[in-house]
């Protein structure tokens, strides 16, 4: 097996090619173009998450967020956002067949957030997991739909165009805690899948190359809940205007971008509110974040 290459990310380098790739805002557009983003998951008991996840991509800037969920979740999700377009069918019989024409307009799916552990939900989404593969859509795969990845790996690898976001203990239960043995697994998802390792400094392995390009700290102490679900739902719409603008590593760019803009807005916020925030907070602070990070040429 050839050698781990570790590379630390410079920040303002990466922000320079960023900005680059982020679609100008034009009356000449119509609706969608700048992103449509589907997200599957939301539960009776997680319907936070998925709200989390859509309504990021939007804030960031796409323009349709799609949620698709369990019917006991759909409800209260709608009730959070009239932004947000909600289908109540993850448990329907015919769920695949219901959700199957919306993909073909979404550019990028986000799988997991809220899921739940159900198994007749976790087999439907492992459908839809091959639905998108089969369909060549981008996706991003989080939480508990990485939680169906543990066993069944092999369903991305040689894939094309798909992010894993775990966090230390997902990566441990996805590919094992002895590093060698970590990157020999990773080996086996291909040239098409990146991998978003999240922690204190997040880390975005090339498992066909075994780079592993480390993040600059940054956020805070404050580790509440729903900040992956931001994550996931940042890296979205990333995702879609990297892969728009045909940048040669398109997760790759995304993953930097979504990892580096949700320690900011995470820091913005706790600045303000310290250890009173919460993921709420943080999509306050996401216009403003934007535009110094990513308009704002002076903060090279």
Not at 68 to 90: E, R
Not at 203 to 210: A, G, R, S, Y
Request: proline content about 5%; overall charge neutral.
């Amino acid at each position: 097996m050839s050698k781990i290459i570790e590379i630390p990310v410079h920040a303002q380098k990466l922000l320079t090619i960023f900005r680059t790739i982020i679609p100008k805002l034009s009356n000449g557009k119509y609706k969608g173009q700048y992103g449509r983003i589907g997200v599957i998951g939301g539960s009776l008991e997680y319907t936070g998450a998925p709200y989390f996840a859509a309504i990021t991509a939007m804030k960031v800037g796409a323009d349709l967020s799609h949620v698709f969920c369990h019917t006991n979740a759909a409800a209260v999700i709608k009730s959070y956002s009239p932004d947000l377009i909600v289908h109540p069918v993850l448990d329907c019989e015919d769920a695949v067949e219901k959700i199957k024409p919306w993909m073909e307009r979404l550019h990028v799916i986000v799988i997991g957030p809220g899921l739940g552990r159900d198994p007749s939900i976790l087999k439907t989404t492992t459908d839809v997991i091959k639905l998108c593969l089969e369909m060549r859509k981008p996706i991003v795969i989080d939480a508990d739909g990485l939680f169906i990845l543990n066993d069944n790996i092999e369903l991305v690898c040689g894939k094309r165009d798909v992010i894993l976001t775990p966090n230390v203990i997902e990566f441990e239960r996805l590919f094992g805690k002895d590093t060698a043995t970590a990157h020999e697994k990773m080996s086996l998802l291909g040239d098409g899948v990146v991998v978003l390792e999240k922690g204190a400094h997040d880390k975005i392995h090339i498992p066909h190359t075994n780079e592993v390009y480390s993040m600059p700290i940054g956020g805070s102490g404050r580790r509440c809940g729903g900040q992956g679900d931001l994550l996931s739902g940042s890296l979205a719409t990333f995702f879609c205007w990297s892969l728009q603008s045909n940048q040669p590593n398109p997760a790759y760019l995304a993953a930097c971008a979504s990892s580096y803009f949700v320690k900011k807005i995470n820091y913005a916020a706790f600045q303000k509110l310290g250890r009173s925030l919460v993921a709420s907070d943080m999509i306050k602070e996401i216009s403003s974040v934007f535009k110094t990070e990513f308009e704002n040429s002076s903060s090279d």
